[in-house]
C-alpha cells in the first residue's frame, strides 16, 4: 500500500513552504495556501517512521466536509479541494492561540482535575465531577501555540492582557468556537457520536476574522459513541471512543511514550494497514459516508502536482 510521507513541490508563485508533523503547506504569492494532508502519523510528539495509507485523504476530506458544513456560521479559509489530500485557501495571519473547547471531564483535564485543580485556563470547575461526565455547559481552554515543545494553558485574561489577541479579536473567536462545535455536537449526534471537545485555530485577513487549519477530525478532536455513554459512565467504564489515541495506546503497550532510552517499536506493514482501516471506519462514522480510495496511476505525488497545478492554473 502507498503512503506519501514526504513532499518538495514548486508550484508557480510558490514563496515558501513548512514542513509540519502531519501536514506540508506551500504559500502561494503571499496570498493562497496550499496544505497537503501527507500520510505521517504522529504521537507523543515524534513523527512515526512509516507512513499510513489514506490517512491524509481521511483528514482532508472530514475537514473540507466541515468547513463547508460550518461556513454559515462564520468565514473560513478554504477555497478548492483540487486533490483529495489537499485544501487551497486564503492566507491569513494565524492568532498565536488555539481554541479548546470541552464539553466532558476526560484526557489532560480530568487527569488534572484529579489532582485537585479546579480551575482550568480561568475556568472554574465544579467539585464531585467524575472522569468522563458532562459540565453543566462546554468550557474554552485555550493553549498558546508554542514553536517548539508543548503549548501552554492560557486564560482569556492574560490573552488579552498581554496583547496575544485583542478583547475585540477574542470575543469574535470565542462566540464562532461555541457556534462552531454545537453545529459540530449536532452533526456527531445524528452519526450516534458525542463531539467531546476539540480545538479550532483562527486567524485575521483583511481585518476579518477567519476559521483556519482543520476542523473536526479524530487528530483534532474527541469522539465518543453515544450508545452506551451513560451506562458507563455509571459504571466508571472506560467510553469507547473514535480518535487516534488507539496510536498512542498500541505505542504505550510497546514501552513508548518518547521519553529518554525508549526505542521506538517497529510499524509493519501490516499494522500501517490496521491503522489505515481504522482511519477509514472513523471517517465513515463522523461523516456518515463510505470512503472511495482516491488512487494514483503513477504515484500519489505526481497526481497532486497536476491536480494542483491546474487548480493554480484556473485562477491565474
Given at each position: 500500500?502507498?503512503?506519501?510521507t514526504r513532499t518538495d513541490?514548486?508550484?508557480?508563485?510558490?514563496?515558501?513552504?513548512?514542513?509540519?508533523?502531519?501536514?506540508?503547506?506551500?504559500?502561494?504569492?503571499?496570498?493562497?495556501?496550499?496544505?497537503?494532508?501527507?500520510?505521517?502519523?504522529?504521537?507523543?510528539?515524534?513523527?512515526?517512521?512509516?507512513?499510513?495509507?489514506?490517512?491524509?485523504?481521511?483528514?482532508?476530506?472530514?475537514?473540507?466536509?466541515?468547513?463547508?458544513?460550518?461556513?454559515?456560521?462564520?468565514?473560513?479559509?478554504?477555497?478548492?479541494?483540487?486533490?483529495?489530500?489537499?485544501?487551497?485557501?486564503?492566507?491569513?495571519?494565524?492568532?498565536?492561540?488555539?481554541?479548546?473547547?470541552?464539553?466532558?471531564?476526560?484526557?489532560?483535564?480530568?487527569?488534572?482535575?484529579?489532582?485537585?485543580?479546579?480551575?482550568?485556563?480561568?475556568?472554574?470547575?465544579?467539585?464531585?465531577?467524575?472522569?468522563?461526565?458532562?459540565?453543566?455547559?462546554?468550557?474554552?481552554?485555550?493553549?498558546?501555540?508554542?514553536?517548539?515543545?508543548?503549548?501552554?494553558?492560557?486564560?482569556?485574561?492574560?490573552?488579552?492582557?498581554?496583547?496575544?489577541?485583542?478583547?475585540?479579536?477574542?470575543?469574535?473567536?470565542?462566540?464562532?468556537?461555541?457556534?462552531?462545535?454545537?453545529?459540530?455536537?449536532?452533526?456527531?449526534?445524528?452519526?450516534?457520536?458525542?463531539?467531546?471537545?476539540?480545538?479550532?485555530?483562527?486567524?485575521?485577513?483583511?481585518?476579518?476574522?477567519?476559521l483556519i487549519d482543520e476542523?473536526?477530525?479524530?487528530?483534532?478532536?474527541?469522539?465518543?459513541?453515544?450508545?452506551?455513554?451513560?451506562?458507563?459512565?455509571?459504571?466508571?467504564?472506560?467510553?469507547?471512543?473514535?480518535?487516534?489515541?488507539?496510536?498512542?495506546?498500541?505505542?504505550?503497550?510497546?514501552?513508548?511514550?518518547?521519553?529518554?532510552?525508549?526505542?521506538?517499536?517497529?510499524?509493519?506493514?501490516?499494522?500501517?494497514?490496521?491503522?489505515?482501516?481504522?482511519?477509514?471506519?472513523?471517517?465513515e462514522h463522523i461523516t456518515?459516508?463510505?470512503?472511495?480510495?482516491?488512487?494514483?496511476?503513477?504515484?500519489?505525488?505526481?497526481?497532486?502536482?497536476?491536480?494542483?497545478?491546474?487548480?493554480?492554473?484556473?485562477?491565474?
Open positions: 500500500m502507498k503512503a506519501l513541490f514548486n508550484f508557480k508563485g510558490q514563496k515558501s513552504v513548512y514542513h509540519g508533523k502531519v501536514r506540508d503547506v506551500y504559500d502561494i504569492n503571499d496570498d493562497l495556501l496550499v496544505m497537503i494532508a501527507t500520510d505521517r502519523i504522529s504521537a507523543f510528539d515524534v513523527i512515526l517512521p512509516k507512513g499510513i495509507p489514506y490517512k491524509g485523504q481521511v483528514l482532508n476530506q472530514i475537514a473540507a466536509q466541515f468547513l463547508d458544513s460550518t461556513s454559515d456560521i462564520c468565514p473560513n479559509w478554504k477555497l478548492a479541494t483540487p486533490d483529495p489530500m489537499v485544501t487551497v485557501g486564503l492566507k491569513c495571519e494565524g492568532f498565536r492561540v488555539e481554541m479548546i473547547i470541552r464539553s466532558i471531564l476526560t484526557g489532560s483535564a480530568w487527569r488534572a482535575y484529579k489532582e485537585g485543580c479546579r480551575e482550568l485556563c480561568g475556568v472554574s470547575l465544579p467539585d464531585g465531577m467524575k472522569e468522563n461526565e458532562r459540565f453543566p455547559e462546554p468550557i474554552i481552554t485555550p493553549t498558546t501555540k508554542a514553536d517548539e515543545g508543548h503549548d501552554m494553558n492560557i486564560s482569556r485574561e492574560e490573552i488579552i492582557a498581554q496583547g496575544i489577541v485583542s478583547a475585540e479579536d477574542y470575543a469574535v473567536m470565542e462566540d464562532y468556537t461555541r457556534k462552531l462545535f454545537a453545529r459540530g455536537q449536532e452533526i456527531a449526534g445524528r452519526h450516534g457520536l458525542i463531539l467531546v471537545d476539540t480545538k479550532y485555530e483562527f486567524g485575521k485577513r483583511d481585518g476579518k476574522v477567519y476542523i473536526h477530525t479524530p487528530d483534532s478532536s474527541r469522539y465518543f459513541y453515544a450508545d452506551g455513554y451513560e451506562e458507563k459512565l455509571a459504571a466508571g467504564e472506560p467510553q469507547r471512543q473514535l480518535s487516534k489515541e488507539f496510536v498512542r495506546q498500541w505505542l504505550i503497550d510497546h514501552n513508548f511514550m518518547n521519553e529518554p532510552g525508549q526505542t521506538m517499536p517497529e510499524i509493519t506493514d501490516e499494522y500501517a494497514e490496521s491503522v489505515s482501516d481504522r482511519y477509514i471506519e472513523l471517517y456518515g459516508q463510505p470512503f472511495e480510495k482516491a488512487e494514483a496511476e503513477d504515484d500519489i505525488a505526481t497526481r497532486i502536482e497536476k491536480n494542483v497545478s491546474a487548480y493554480l492554473a484556473t485562477i491565474g
